[in-house]
Every structure is written in C-alpha cells, then in structure tokens.
C-alpha cells in the first residue's frame, strides 16, 4: 500500500470509503494506481509541494519547514514594524502637545506677571543710522 510522505491522506481509508471493500486483501494493483493518480488537495498550512528530483522526502520537508519559518518571520516583522510606526506616531504627537502646551504656559505665566517685556523687544530706541552725505564736486 502507498504511504503519502507528509503523511496527510490514508490512501487505505480512501481506497476502503471508495470501494466499500471489507478487507485490504481484495484491492487490485489497477485500483491502487486509480488511487495514487487521482488529484487530492492537501489540507493544513503545508499544501502540496511538488516533487523535485534528487531531494529526499525529509529535504522536501525541510525545505517547507525553512518556507514556513520564513513566513513567520515575515508576519512577525511587519508587526513589529507596524507597532513601531504606531509608537514614533504617538511619540511625535507628544512631543508637539507637549511644545504647545509650553509655549501657552509661558506665555501665561509672562502675561500674567506684569511684565510687558514680550510687547516691547526695545525698551530704549536703538539709534537711528544716519548714512553718509555725498559732497558734489
């Protein structure tokens, strides 16, 4: 009897349920043929991995082990990244509530305490800047 290497379809259930036969000793090698070359979609996260000459089943397996890790870490990366972006978002707007909400304090604070420094920058009038008469000749 075949035996599927990822070992995801009993072809002896399957030749048993199509056949309604009572014991395996009565299957015939055409219907065993019949069986293995019928399409089967395989099920679960491993699906079909289409043979390829000179690997073994187990460097077949390995290499879809290999294909599912790296899918991982590709989900886990750009979650990762996701939150990051998340985290310098709110960390930008903070610092931007956190300048405004400094600049309206010390504003307060200059306006409420009498000082009228921050209307007037020049208390003194700076001198005026005379420019040089031309004598004609």
């Known amino acids: 009897m075949p035996v599927c290497f990822m070992q995801k ?21 055409d219907e065993v043929v019949r069986l293995i070359s019928e399409d089967y979609a395989c099920r679960g996260d491993d699906g079909f991995r289409k043979w390829q000459q000179g690997f073994t089943p187990k460097e077949h397996r390995d290499m879809m082990d290999r294909e599912m890790l790296l899918r991982r870490e590709d989900a ?32 307060s604070v200059e306006r409420c305490s009498g000082n009228d420094s921050v209307t007037n920058y020049y208390p003194v009038q700076p001198p005026a800047i005379q420019s040089p008469v031309s004598s004609s000749p």
């Open 9 to 29: 379809r009993d072809f002896l259930d399957s030749l048993m349920a199509w056949k309604d036969y009572p014991s395996p000793n009565n299957i015939s090698p």
């Open 76 to 107: 886990r990366d750009d979650k990762v990244a996701a939150r990051e972006d998340r985290r310098d978002k709110r960390e930008f707007w903070q610092a931007i509530s956190l300048f405004v909400a400094g600049a309206i304090v010390a504003f």
